[in-house]
């Protein structure tokens, strides 16, 4: 007797709902495409975007402060703020004006827990244990009925909280130990197409789910390196999705998931282990724009953490959980090219308890308004349904074109 579970991993790297169901257009002449991404373990957004217009902040981040110039200089975004060095296709989007950064930002959330800091970050509530839906799929399963079936895709071995939920979800893992060969699907299909019909038809739409996010591959795509904290990871997953999301009769909505961002010690500056997981960030991004084509001036990507990193450099040249960071969007739908913060300071006063960056903008402001410009959510709908409480934050305007 063959166990199902590993049978169906065998045949196919992804789960998958019996009848794959289509996305209804909720935008007018839009296309829309969004995307989610979580940097897990907290990303360090004085690194990322530097304030090097601060003057505080040079002495703070001793060690690993960016410069202005340099054998690597930070990638001047304006005339205050920085971009990390390892980031030149974000740069690049945002002289385009399909990038833009939310700086001083964060949930609700004030503690300093990875796991509670997640949960309020994906579930969209304002404090840990809530609820066990995420935001997305809520924003999903309000979307306007019509006659397609809306439904999201879930990247990685399990569907990030973000998109868990009523609504219908499309996953799909990257192969790690490579994928198995098609006649091994073919065969897995035959034997339960008689005794499970049901099981069948699940794998069957799993299976060509998987080879239309393997068409025409980079190479390197469906290797056996990388998982989501290494920059091979990123992009592969990056390139999957963008696959799958520009199928005429693809999922609109993703969410996916990169862990190792708990930069405690050896982060280093312009190069070093940060740097590292940036340049595979923005691998990822450039992958979404490359394998999406025409489909790109569509999109928005949103880049979110569950917290920031303290503003003073640790004894083993790293950071301690903090509060505030940023939030980073691209996408050709964008209004990009700006930097929005209302930068705190960092003055000894300024700083939260003492050791943070001051939160000044709820990321879920963000977040509404994106869903409300670009997928047409109503406010009153992401105030009580999507972002249950948030009444008082409103949706950020001016973020889409």
Sequence with gaps: MIARRPLLAAGASLFAWAHQPRLLSAAGLRDPRLVTIVLRGALDGLSAVAPLGDPD????????????????????????????PAMPNFARFYAAKEALVVHAAATAYRERSHFDGQDVLESGQGGPGVTASGWLNRALAALPPGPRVQ???????????ILRGPAPVLGWASPVAGPAEDDLAERVLALYRHGDPALAE????????????????????????????????MRRAAIGAARLLAQPDGPRLAALAFDGWDTHANEGGATGRLAQL??????????????????????????????????????????????????????????????????????????FEGRDLRPTTDVRAVFKGVL????????????????????AIAPMKGLII
Excluded: C
Excluded at 59 to 74: F, K, V, Y
Excluded at 372 to 391: C, E, Y
């Design 278 to 351: 940036l340049g595979g960030l923005d691998g990822a991004l450039a992958a979404f724009q490359t394998t999406l084509g025409a489909a790109w001036r569509d999109t928005v990507i949103m880049v979110a953490t569950e917290f920031g990193r303290t503003a003073r450099v640790n004894g083993t040249t790293g950071t301690d959980h903090g509060t505030a960071t940023i939030a980073l969007l691209a996408g050709g739908a964008l209004q990009g090219g700006r930097v929005l913060a209302d930068w705190p300071g960092l003055q000894a006063a300024q700083l």
């Design 372 to 391: 409300a410009d670009l997928l047409g959510l109503s406010p009153a709908v992401l105030a009580q349904k999507i972002f249950p409480g948030s009444d």
């Design 151 to 161: 439904a999201g895709l879930g990247v990685g071995a399990m569907t990030p909280l």
């Design 57 to 84: 902040y040079v002495a703070l981040r001793e060690g690993i402060a960016l410069t202005r110039d340099g054998d690597r200089p930070a990638l001047m975004l304006n005339g205050f703020f920085g971009l990390h």
């Design 202 to 233: 699940a794998l069957r739409n799993g299976v060509a789910t998987d080879r239309m996010a393997r068409r025409n591959a980079a190479p390197g795509a469906d290797g056996r390196r990388g998982g989501s904290d290494t920059a091979d990871g």
